[in-house]
Structures are given as structure tokens and as C-alpha cells.
């Protein structure tokens, strides 16, 4: 939210909470635009005449099963309904927009809580088929480390630089990374060829780094 009110005349206030709760600590028409990506409400699909009858009586609807929101999370069982939006809408300053993301199959019933709650709908983002573009994507790389690249580039061969440490009968355990600095008495260790050490000047300088 832009605080022009603050002690330094100008700024940014970030508020950490539940976002319904801060809504509420926050005055009527003091909010520029709203950018939002709230939860799809990709669960059990709801009888859709209970939840509009709900809405419509304005009260809230209150899924009766979590099942398939985003790792079984009940706060992902369902879209907001209207008594969220219309809070948004009160803190929203005249003519303010609000730029909300939703999923392909709740995306109806998002707009429709949007409208009840008293916004306009005025566009939506879409693809050349004028369908809505929600795109997904399955096994993305991961981040590059640089300094194993670079290594790599040069044809130098890392030497291992981790431990990990074997129980012994009572579960005991050295240090994770450095048995010699742990307790000697006990347990075992090997080498963790997961963990290398840069071998050229170039990839210890970029050592820690990753590239996506």
C-alpha cells in the first residue's frame, strides 16, 4: 500500500499477516490497485447451485470436503467467496483495479464472487484462441550451479569437500559435514560426493552462485 503519510513523507508499509485480518486494520479508499493470486479452489468440485444459493443469501460457502486443493490444504478448497472480495473492494480507492489470477476450472466462479462483491469485470487475459491462459509446466531444470559449469567448461575434476557420518548401534551420529571436528569415539563416516570443492580460480570465484 503507498504511504504518503509516513514519518519520512514517503514510502512503502509491507504488513505480514492474514490478509483478511490486515484488510480489516485498514482504512476505506486508501488502496491504489489490487494484484492478487489467491487460492484456485482446485478441490472436490462443490454442488455449484448450494454455493450460488449461499452467496446469493450472502453468506459464505463452506466446502464440505478439502480433498484435492494444493497438498490437501483446506485453504486451498475453494475460491473466496464474495465476503473476502467485498473487503478488498472497500480498501480499493474509486476507480482502482484489482488484476486477479485463477485457475482454468474455477475461474467462472472467481469472477462471479469478484461481481457479487461489487467489481466489473472489464477483461481477462487470454490466448490467441480466446481461451483463458493458465499455463503449466512439468519438469523445469533446475538452477545451475556456476561454479560446477565453469569447472566443468574447463575440464577440471572437484575433489569431494563433504562428509556424511554413519549412526552407531545408539543412533549417535558425528558432526554432519566435519567428523574430524566431532566426536571421534564413535559412528562412522564416508565421503559425500554430492559436495565438491571448485578446482579453478574462476569457479571459486563464482562458488554459490546458480543460474536459472
Given at each position: 500500500?503507498?504511504?504518503?503519510?509516513?514519518?519520512?513523507?514517503?514510502?512503502?508499509?509491507?504488513f505480514?499477516?492474514?490478509?483478511?485480518?490486515?484488510?480489516?486494520g485498514?482504512?476505506?479508499?486508501?488502496?491504489?490497485?489490487?494484484?492478487?493470486?489467491?487460492?484456485?479452489g482446485?478441490?472436490?468440485?462443490?454442488?455449484?447451485?448450494?454455493?450460488?444459493?449461499?452467496?446469493?443469501?450472502?453468506?459464505?460457502?463452506?466446502?464440505?470436503?478439502?480433498?484435492?486443493?494444493?497438498?490437501?490444504?483446506?485453504?486451498?478448497?475453494?475460491?473466496?467467496?464474495?465476503?473476502?472480495?467485498?473487503?478488498?473492494?472497500?480498501?480499493?480507492?474509486?476507480?482502482?483495479?484489482?488484476?486477479?489470477?485463477?485457475?482454468?476450472?474455477?475461474?467462472?466462479?472467481?469472477?462471479?464472487?469478484?461481481?457479487?462483491?461489487?467489481?466489473?469485470?472489464?477483461?481477462?487475459?487470454?490466448?490467441?484462441?480466446?481461451?483463458?491462459?493458465?499455463?503449466?509446466?512439468?519438469?523445469?531444470?533446475?538452477?545451475?550451479?556456476?561454479?560446477?559449469?565453469?569447472?566443468?567448461a574447463?575440464?577440471?575434476?572437484?575433489?569431494?569437500?563433504?562428509?556424511?557420518?554413519?549412526?552407531?548401534?545408539?543412533?549417535?551420529?558425528?558432526?554432519?559435514?566435519?567428523?574430524?571436528?566431532?566426536?571421534?569415539?564413535?559412528?562412522?563416516?564416508?565421503?559425500?560426493?554430492?559436495?565438491?570443492?571448485p578446482?579453478?580460480?574462476?569457479?571459486?570465484?563464482?562458488?554459490?552462485?546458480?543460474?536459472?
Amino acid at each position: 500500500m503507498n504511504e504518503g503519510n509516513t514519518t519520512s513523507g514517503k514510502g512503502w508499509r509491507l504488513f505480514c499477516g492474514d490478509a483478511l485480518t490486515e484488510l480489516r486494520g485498514l482504512p476505506d479508499a486508501s488502496v491504489d490497485a489490487c494484484v492478487v493470486d489467491p487460492p484456485y479452489g482446485l478441490g472436490e468440485p462443490p454442488p455449484i447451485a448450494d454455493v450460488l444459493r449461499a452467496w446469493l443469501d450472502g453468506a459464505p460457502y463452506v466446502p464440505k470436503s478439502a480433498r484435492g486443493g494444493f497438498m490437501g490444504a483446506s485453504w486451498d478448497a475453494f475460491v473466496p467467496g464474495p465476503e473476502a472480495w467485498r473487503e478488498v473492494y472497500r480498501v480499493m480507492k474509486p476507480g482502482a483495479h484489482i488484476c486477479c489470477f485463477a485457475g482454468t476450472r474455477t475461474a467462472d466462479l472467481m469472477g462471479i464472487a469478484l461481481r457479487l462483491a461489487g467489481f466489473e469485470v472489464r477483461d481477462t487475459i487470454a490466448d490467441f484462441s480466446g481461451r483463458l491462459c493458465w499455463m503449466y509446466g512439468q519438469g523445469f531444470p533446475k538452477s545451475t550451479n556456476v561454479s560446477i559449469a565453469l569447472d566443468k567448461a574447463a575440464g577440471a575434476e572437484r575433489e569431494p569437500a563433504g562428509y556424511y557420518s554413519r549412526p552407531d548401534g545408539q543412533g549417535r551420529r558425528y558432526d554432519e559435514w566435519n567428523p574430524k571436528e566431532g566426536t571421534a569415539t564413535y559412528g562412522d563416516y564416508g565421503i559425500d560426493r554430492r559436495k565438491t570443492a571448485p578446482a579453478t580460480d574462476l569457479a571459486r570465484q563464482w562458488d554459490g552462485w546458480g543460474l536459472l
